[in-house]
């Protein structure tokens, strides 16, 4: 139990402010310490699935003496959807519905426009969703929307024209259904329908009339709006409905031009009843949480500022104002790989022999060429020259350390430039709270002491 306690995140924060005490002290006022991190949010979506079922009523030339949502025939359709844009207003569905459309219309007085129809239904599409996220909550537990989209249909429209026994239904005016024409004499036979739906119509109006040329894909547009109601961080339900304008008026077999009954002017539409399940099987965590800590806490910026970028802080930067993007060392000072006294970025001569004199631009000369340089810089300097000989000495300038690293402490010294960083030392602190050095607690201390004495 106790070496999980070691192992948590939290306690091995509380260690680190332990050890860097008694500098937050110095920098700053007797303000209390805390630790109240600032939690930054973003919702993070993958696509998310839904399934919806529901009821389609059909609007066009063959209609339905009544009209209500609750009758209709089924439906069913899958969707994935997904955000587009970044603020997660936009929703962009990809859906494929399958489903069934029909209607039967009578009439006592036009016995031609006794008619009925059923035809298997499916469409595949996309629309985009809008969900009021501009002027609602984050996450509101009921979130409104609407939406317009594409789809192709597919369509085969049958006709229930004979009863059981294969007997053509004749419509009488006086609404019921007999084995003969009613102006026709002699004696007829009561027939009921059996509501299958056995003739395929579009293939009769060619055989019978010559008609019925019409391609049985076509667009629809689909325009919807509904209710998001949600259950939990991954899971909400919807109530929508969605009005379907198609682009051909052949749902039905009954058009204004192209089949042997003539229809209305215009396109056939239906509408869509449903209630959806969606829910978010892909995403990560709903929220990428981003912890600052310290937030409450105005440090000192000698100690935690970097005036010149280089990723060393000013606190521990032993050659302070390193020109921009010089590579440097852990101490902040610019790299000096043939070690001429020379950085890399002002040296000329990159790869100088070992122990040779040199300029001030890193070029081997003679002894006697190094003194005569170094006599010359007892003269009188020109005005001009004296900013930027003041920056040549300030950025080869390195304070020697104060003290070697103790033979027992030389591992923590990974990159072996004789001095522990402030991330050596980070390091060392994780490294002792994951069991991984053999160092005690006093021995940990010494060398927190020791970093901040060098």
């Known amino acids: 139990m106790l070496q999980l306690l070691f192992r948590t995140k939290s306690y091995k924060i509380l260690w680190l402010v332990f050890f860097l005490l008694p500098v937050l002290v110095m920098g700053q006022d007797n303000d209390s310490l805390s630790l109240q991190p600032d939690t930054t949010a973003r919702e993070v979506y993958k ?172 667009l629809s547009i689909p325009a919807g709006m509904g209710f998001h109601f949600r259950v939990d961080r991954r899971a909400f339900l919807s109530l929508g409905v969605s009005y379907h304008h198609t682009l051909t008026d052949f749902l039905d077999n009954v058009a204004y031009e192209g089949t042997s009954i003539k229809g209305n002017k215009g396109t056939d539409r239906y509408i869509y009843t449903h209630v959806s399940f969606h829910y978010d099987l892909f995403s990560l965590p709903i929220f990428q949480k981003a912890d600052l800590l310290y937030t409450d806490i105005n440090f000192d910026p000698l100690l ?90 300030m950025n080869n300038y390195r304070l020697p350390s104060a003290s070697e690293i103790p033979e027992r402490y030389r591992a923590l010294d990974e990159d072996g430039d004789g001095y522990i960083s402030f991330e050596e030392l980070l390091k060392t602190i994780d490294q002792y709270f994951d069991f991984q050095l053999d160092l005690s607690l006093d021995e940990l201390r010494e060398v927190n002491e020791f970093f901040f004495s060098q």
């Open 304 to 393: 935690f500022d970097d005036e010149d970028e280089d990723l060393v802080l000013d606190v521990s930067d032993r050659c302070p104002g390193t020109p921009p993007d010089v590579e440097v060392d852990s101490l902040g000072c610019p790299l000096d790989g043939d070690m001429d006294g020379v950085a890399n970025y002002l040296d000329k001569e990159p790869d100088t022999a070992p122990g040779a004199w040199v300029d001030d631009e890193g070029q081997t000369v003679s002894e006697d060429e190094f003194l005569d340089a170094l006599q010359s810089r007892y003269n009188p300097m020109a005005r001009e020259d004296v900013d930027a000989y003041t920056t040549l000495i």
């Open 47 to 218: 696509p998310v699935l839904s399934f919806s079922y529901g009821i389609i009523n059909f609007r066009g030339d063959v209609q339905n003496s009544q009209f209500t949502t609750s009758i209709g025939t089924p439906a069913a359709k899958l969707n994935l959807a997904t955000f587009i844009d970044k603020k997660n207003y936009f929703v962009l569905n990809f859906n494929f519905t399958k489903g069934k459309l029909s209607a039967t219309s009578y009439s006592h007085s036009e016995l031609e426009r006794n008619l009925n129809f059923k035809t298997d239904l499916t469409s595949g599409g996309m629309n985009l969703e809008y969900r009021f996220g501009h002027l609602l909550s984050d996450r509101p537990l009921v979130q409104p929307y609407i939406s317009l989209g594409l789809e192709s249909i597919y369509f085969s429209p049958k006709g229930d024209l004979n009863d059981a026994n294969d007997l053509p239904y004749y419509y009488w005016t006086d609404g019921t259904i007999r084995d003969e024409a009613e102006a026709l004499s002699g004696t007829s036979g009561i027939l009921y329908r059996d509501y299958t739906y056995e003739t395929d119509l579009r293939l009769r109006e060619t055989e019978e009339f010559g008609l019925g040329n019409y391609s049985q894909w076509a």
